[in-house]
């Protein structure tokens, strides 16, 4: 696989150039990028590593080394979310050099197989999870400091409950989320939610990994097992191209 950068359009893929370097050194497997292109948190062989490109603070740092790790997440205030995937541990928040927050609430460290996504308003955090046999998905509110350092409101609402696998989970608005499950055959189930109200199905697919989806839900993908990236048109997953490890919309 290249393992460069790109932004892909709707029929096609443009070079991010800068960026090579990042994924190579690092045995990159997922990435987050916040949206002016300057800080770039890379998820290798070493854990989590953050850099900002084209400054004195180019070079990666690594900053959580913690394993299982699941794709990071930059916020608006350009800090760095990282989470465990496994049960008995939680999230933490770091500013590019240091360990700001941490949240490992009872709730939180219950579930294995976790992911998580912060809201285009940065004010809701999602975390999905799995326990005894069921996914849970979780929406609790974040409140920041005069720093803009994050904390998590108290209690935590339960959103949806389900006898399946959680694979993914992104924002699309305020109050619109979009996630898949495994069915009981295997296949994926990609639904939007609204939090409090209903949900729509997408269509069904076979053997995906990533989800991601644009602010507003416009624009869906999924990356299939073989690393095929397919986009939803027209009521169905049409092929993008070949060769995508991850793929994200810039917070």
């Known amino acids: 696989i290249n393992k460069n950068l790109y932004i892909q359009g709707d029929y096609r893929s443009d070079l991010l150039p800068g960026f090579h370097n990042y994924f ?4 990159a497997t997922d990435f987050a990028l916040n949206e002016s292109q300057t800080e770039i948190a890379v998820l290798g062989a070493n854990g989590l590593s953050v850099a900002y490109p084209h400054t004195r603070s180019a070079a990666l740092k690594l900053v959580d080394n913690r394993p299982g790790l699941v794709s990071p ?3 608006s205030y350009q800090l760095v979310w990282s989470m465990q995937a496994d049960a008995g541990h939680g999230i933490r928040v770091f500013d590019g050099t240091k360990n700001v ?5 009872k709730w939180m460290r219950s579930l294995a197989n976790k992911h998580f996504a912060v809201s285009p308003d940065d004010s809701r955090l999602l975390v999905s999870g799995y326990l005894n046999g069921k996914s849970y998905l979780y929406v609790v509110g974040i409140l920041r400091n005069g720093l803009g350092t994050p904390s998590l409101t108290a209690i935590p609402k339960l ?3 389900r006898s399946c696998l959680g ?4 924002w699309v ?3 619109d989320l979009v996630m898949s499950n495994y069915s009981s055959t295997g296949t994926q189930m990609p639904e939007q939610l609204t939090v409090g109200g209903d949900s729509t199905s997408f269509p069904p697919f076979a053997a995906s990994v990533r989800l991601a989806a644009s602010v507003g839900g416009t624009t869906v993908f999924l990356v ?3 690393n095929d990236l397919y986009e939803n048109r027209n009521q169905g997953w049409a092929f993008i191209r070949k060769g995508v490890l991850a793929i994200h919309f810039a917070h």
């Open 24 to 27: 190579v050194n690092s045995g």
């Open 224 to 226: 299939a097992q073989n």
């Open 73 to 75: 997440v930059i916020d």
């Open 167 to 170: 694979l993914d989970i992104n």
């Open 101 to 105: 927050a941490s949240f490992s609430p």
């Open 159 to 161: 959103l949806t409950t």
């Open 173 to 175: 608005s305020q109050s």
